[in-house]
């Protein structure tokens, strides 16, 4: 089992409505109200939920950032998008799984809305041969044309959606390894099927032959 160390980590769910949603003057307000109760801790002010009407019908925006403008929060009439990019400490770890549960429960996203839920994570190996090991499982190829990585896909007993999972090599940290991994999450985004979705994460990983561990402080 290869043990990589956390670097950089990150959080990136689309939550796809039944049907356009058409703009409300009410609507924007409940949800602009909501995201300032929320997380004006995070540094939300109401002057920074942006509202763009666009057309007054299905051209409009919602959108506000938070915790130093590394979430975000986007919503259109067609779907949800947040964002929670490059977290390097453990608060920032912990911080990204609660903004993206605070944004699901701000949106009242019920059961016949599916997210598209991926995590990423730029990891470092612990020595240069298991750099080699792993990166050689990408396969040998002509001098001169390096590969790409590779994409798979699995089940896991306690996860009802499959799970697709890419390796790479890392653009952020030198000499790193680029994980990203996704699933489809129905309903609401909580804690509970969080955890769920985490821990079938890391099975999948075990079952790959590495896990990812945060770097010691």
């Known amino acids: 089992m290869k043990v ?12 796809f409505f039944p049907k356009p949603i058409p703009y409300s003057d009410l609507l924007v307000q409940q949800m602009a109200s909501k995201a300032v ?4 801790s995070a540094g939300v002010l109401p002057s ?3 509202c763009n009407s666009g057309d007054r019908v299905f051209g409009h925006s919602l959108f506000f950032s938070a915790l130093a403008a590394k979430c975000s929060f986007r919503m259109t009439s067609e779907k949800i998008e947040v964002k929670c990019m490059d977290a390097v400490v453990q ?9 993206v549960i605070d944004c699901a429960e701000i949106a009242e996203l019920g059961k016949d809305v599916p997210s598209h839920f991926q995590t990423y994570v730029h990891v470092s190996f612990q020595s ?10 990408f396969g040998d190829l002509p001098e001169g044309v390096s590969p790409g990585g590779y994409i798979l896909y699995s089940h896991s007993p306690n996860w009802k ?7 790479d090599r890392s653009l952020a940290i030198q000499d790193g390894l680029f994980i ?6 129905d309903g609401l985004i909580n804690q509970e099927n969080l955890t769920t979705v985490y821990g079938s994460f890391e099975e999948l990983g075990a079952k790959m032959g590495f896990k990812v561990e ?4």
């Open 214 to 217: 945060a770097a010691k402080v």
């Open 180 to 185: 990203l991994v996704g699933t489809r999450i």
């Open 91 to 99: 608060a920032e770890y912990k911080a990204f799984w609660q903004f």
């Open 48 to 50: 920074g939920v942006v």
């Open 128 to 137: 240069a041969a298991d750099r080699r090991e792993m990166l050689g499982r």
């Open 4 to 15: 990589l160390t956390l670097q950089r980590f990150g959080i990136i769910s689309e939550s």
């Open 161 to 167: 959606h499959e799970i697709r999972l890419q390796l």
């Open 37 to 40: 109760e929320k997380f004006r």
